[in-house]
Antibody, heavy 126, light 113 residues
Framework: EVQLVESGGALVQPGGSLRLSCEAS????????MHWVRQAPGKGLEWVSY????????LYADPVKGRFTISRDNAKNSLFLEMKSLRDGDTAMYYC???????????????????WGQGTMVTVSS | DIVMTQSPDSLAVSLGERATINCRSS????????????LAWYQQRPGQPPKLLIY???TRESGVPDRFRGSGSGTDFTLIISSLQAEDVAVYYC?????????FGQGTRVEIK
């Protein structure tokens, strides 16, 4: 079955750290660029971070730049988001999402997101 | 960043009737070299992750019913649900992928009247 499964969400204090994981199955993970997208409770969707299929290109939304780090392990079909200096405003459901088309990985791809995980909840609160 | 603005924020439509959602981008998402609009539509049912409905502004994703139709070009886009079904109750988002900010509209909630 083609799917993405996130894990690692938790309740964490402001200033704390967390590492999210996204395990892919059913497709050639190493051929696809991947994203993290978050959704605060009752709010809309916000793109967080991008990695190309080879991890040669990585991008971040301004609110998380310098605090979050995206990475991937293509041998283990896994995507990660390392989150540091967490703030109240980071409270959200975090989804991993896949680009619709496979790509070479050597440049940024521009595509819609055709597969999403169920999400993992991150709550930042004292 | 490109700002995506949807209208209305919510709408209530009777079963079998048409629902129309608009999306406007703060700058064109038409990429001249390939003449494609880098605009997608997603459906998010309650408690579920988003689901891709439409890409390139008007191409339906595989398996999406043909009552969903996307149109528009440049900065103005529309998603039409031609005959609303009960399972279409959801929040709908437009998204631009023309720039590396992949911004979403604020969402439009569709309910049954």
């Amino acid at each position: 079955e083609v799917q993405l499964v996130e894990s690692g969400g938790a309740l964490v204090q402001p200033g704390g750290s967390l590492r999210l994981s996204c395990e892919a199955s059913g497709f050639t993970f190493s051929s696809y660029s991947m994203h993290w997208v978050r959704q605060a409770p009752g709010k809309g969707l916000e793109w967080v971070s991008y990695t190309s299929s080879s991890a040669s290109s990585k991008l971040y939304a301004d609110p998380v730049k310098g605090r979050f780090t995206i990475s991937r392990d293509n041998a283990k079909n896994s995507l990660f988001l390392e989150m540091k200096s967490l703030r109240d405003g980071d409270t959200a459901m975090y989804y991993c999402a896949r680009d619709r088309r496979s790509s070479s990985g050597w440049s940024v791809s521009y595509d819609a997101f055709d597969m999403w995980g169920q999400g993992t909840m991150v709550t930042v609160s004292s | 960043d490109i700002v995506m603005t949807q209208s209305p924020d919510s709408l209530a439509v009777s079963l079998g009737e048409r629902a129309t959602i608009n999306c406007r981008s703060s700058q064109s998402v038409l990429y001249r070299p390939d003449n494609k609009n880098y605009l997608a539509w997603y459906q998010q049912r309650p408690g579920q992750p988003p689901k891709l409905l439409i890409y390139w502004a008007s191409t339906r994703e595989s398996g999406v019913p043909d009552r969903f139709r996307g149109s528009g070009s440049g900065t103005d886009f529309t998603l039409i649900i031609s005959s609303l079904q009960a399972e279409d109750v959801a929040v709908y988002y437009c998204q631009q992928y023309h720039t590396t900010s992949w911004t979403f509209g604020q969402g439009t909630r569709v309910e049954i009247k």
